[in-house]
C-alpha cells in the first residue's frame, strides 16, 4: 500500500522546500524529516551530494523512489494520494491547466524573476522560454482575477506552489504586489499547513543559525 512506504523528505527552512512540506502537510501523510543547515553548508557535504548532486532541497524519498525538484515532486505526491483531491486524475479535463500551471511555475516563472533580479538583458520573446516578464505576470493575474485559485474554484496542488512562491517573491520586492496577488496569497496563507510549516520555520532557522555561528568561532 502507498501510505504504507516511508516518506522521507530532504528539507531545510524558508527555502523552496518549504513548498514541499506543505504538500505533505495538506496529503495528511505521516513523513520523517530530514534537516540540511544550509547555513553550515550541509547541502554540499558528500552524503547529501549523493542524493542531489546539485546539492539542492527539496528531495523526497517515497519507498526507494527518489524524486528531486520542487515540480516534480509536487506532481509525483499528489498523484501518489488521489484521495485528497489535489491532483485531477489524468482522465479530468482539467488535468491540462493543472501541469501548464505545475510546469510554468519552473520553466518561465523562476527564470523570468531571476533574470529580473539580476538586471539582465532578456532575448527576445521568441528566445526565451517565458516570452516576456511582464506577459508572463499579466497572464497569471488575469488568471487568479476570475480565480479564486489557478482552475477557478478548484484548489490543487499548484495553488500551494503558486501561493508560497507570490508570498516570498512580493516579499522582497522581485514581483509588483497586485491586489489579485494579494487576495489569492491570503487564501493560500490561511491554511493550517502553511500556518504551522512557516511557525516551525522560523524556529529551525534560527537553530541552524546558531549552530553555523557555533561552527564559525570553533
Not at 16 to 33: F, H, I, N, S
Not at 72 to 83: G, K, N, R, S, T
Not at 148 to 168: H, Q, S, V
Request: net charge negative.
Amino acid at each position: 500500500m502507498t501510505r504504507d512506504l516511508p516518506i522521507t523528505l530532504f528539507y531545510s527552512p524558508q527555502t523552496r522546500a518549504t513548498g514541499a512540506r506543505v504538500l505533505l502537510e495538506e496529503l495528511k501523510v505521516p513523513y520523517e524529516l530530514h534537516g540540511l543547515n544550509m547555513k553550515a553548508g550541509e547541502q554540499r557535504q558528500p552524503a547529501y551530494l549523493a542524493i542531489n548532486p546539485l546539492g539542492k532541497v527539496p528531495a523526497v524519498r517515497v519507498g526507494d523512489t527518489l524524486v528531486t525538484e520542487q515540480g516534480a515532486i509536487y506532481l509525483y505526491m499528489a498523484d501518489l494520494f488521489p484521495e485528497t483531491g489535489l491532483a485531477p486524475a489524468l482522465s479530468d479535463p482539467d488535468r491540462g491547466a493543472y501541469l501548464r500551471w505545475l510546469f510554468i511555475y519552473g520553466s518561465c516563472f523562476e527564470p523570468a524573476v531571476v533574470d529580473r533580479f539580476m538586471q539582465r538583458e532578456p532575448g527576445s520573446m521568441n528566445e526565451t522560454p517565458y516570452a516576456s516578464y511582464e506577459s508572463l505576470i499579466d497572464m497569471l493575474e488575469d488568471t487568479l482575477k476570475t480565480g479564486p485559485y489557478l482552475l477557478g474554484e478548484r484548489f490543487t496542488a499548484a495553488d500551494l506552489l503558486w501561493g508560497i512562491a507570490l508570498n516570498w517573491t512580493t516579499m522582497f520586492g522581485l514581483v509588483e504586489a497586485r491586489p489579485a496577488f494579494k487576495a489569492y496569497m491570503e487564501r493560500i496563507n490561511s491554511r493550517a499547513s502553511i500556518q504551522k510549516v512557516s511557525a516551525e520555520d522560523v524556529a529551525m532557522a534560527a537553530e541552524h543559525e546558531a549552530a553555523a555561528a557555533r561552527l564559525k568561532t570553533g
